[in-house]
């Protein structure tokens, strides 16, 4: 299966960036990194996705690391509306099917 | 526009009754993707359709599972003989393309069964 390895949980207080790591070193040359995020009590909510150079949306930024086994979900400015659990995963190789890990809760404190 | 919708939103069943979940995708999205989430735990892929066929039912932890879709629009994940160890959020998601990067998933359905 297509391994990613977060921390469990981060917290940060609100108005500053927070910096969320994700380690995919199994990861395949053509394989895109994917990041969502579930609200409580809601279904996950694409973020942002790349492959080898550094993505901005609006949403958020995403740094990948030169060999890829890496990559750093920023989020410029946290607010309260944040506070979510952000998940890192690719497809399964040969697959279109995504395998979720548990993903970093992220506290923002006011 | 619309979303994509899940009905019912919460279900409680007995054990050993059956239940059936329904998902609405996206108007014009080809690929519908079933997904579970047990209390406090990531997602779980359990089906994934392109159109009205499967071509990957690897995920369906039993035979007691099951799916369709029609139409190419709205799919049906039944269970059968429901078991304790079923209950979770059952979470439907679609995309355009099969190979979209981007999933738009519904709000769930969350599963009881007593």
């Known amino acids: 299966d297509a391994k990613t390895t977060q921390p469990n949980s981060m917290e940060s207080n609100e108005e500053e960036p927070v910096h969320l790591p994700c380690n995919h070193s199994?990861?395949?040359?053509?394989?895109?990194i994917h990041w969502y995020r579930q609200l409580p009590s809601q279904g996950p909510e694409y973020v942002i996705h790349?492959?080898?150079s550094n993505v901005n949306n609006r949403m958020a930024s995403l740094a990948i690391a030169e060999d890829r086994k890496s990559s750093t979900l920023i989020l410029h400015r946290a607010t309260l509306r944040d506070a979510a659990v952000y998940y890192c995963?690719?497809?399964?190789?040969?697959?279109?099917?995504?395998?979720f890990g548990t993903g970093t809760r992220l506290k923002v404190l006011a | 526009g619309a979303g994509v919708s899940q009905s019912p939103s919460n279900k409680v069943t007995e054990k050993g009754k059956d239940v059936e979940l329904r998902c609405d995708p996206i108007?014009?999205?080809?690929?519908l993707y079933w997904y579970r989430q047990s209390l406090g735990q990531g997602l779980e892929f359990l089906i994934y359709?392109?159109?009205?066929?499967?071509?990957?039912k690897s995920g369906l932890p039993s035979d007691r599972f099951s799916a369709e879709r029609t139409g190419g629009s709205v799919s049906t994940l039944t269970i059968q003989r429901t078991q304790q160890e079923d209950s979770a959020v059952y979470l439907c998601?679609?995309?355009?393309?099969?190979?979209?990067?981007?999933?738009?998933f519904g709000p769930g359905t969350r599963l009881t069964v007593t």
């Open positions: 995963i690719y497809w399964g190789p040969g697959t279109y099917k995504y395998i």
């Open positions: 359709f392109q159109g009205n066929s499967a071509p990957d």
């Open positions: 199994t990861i395949s040359g053509t394989d895109y």
């Open positions: 998601a679609s995309s355009f393309l099969r190979d979209s990067y981007e999933q738009y």
């Open positions: 108007s014009g999205h080809t690929a």
């Open positions: 790349g492959l080898t």
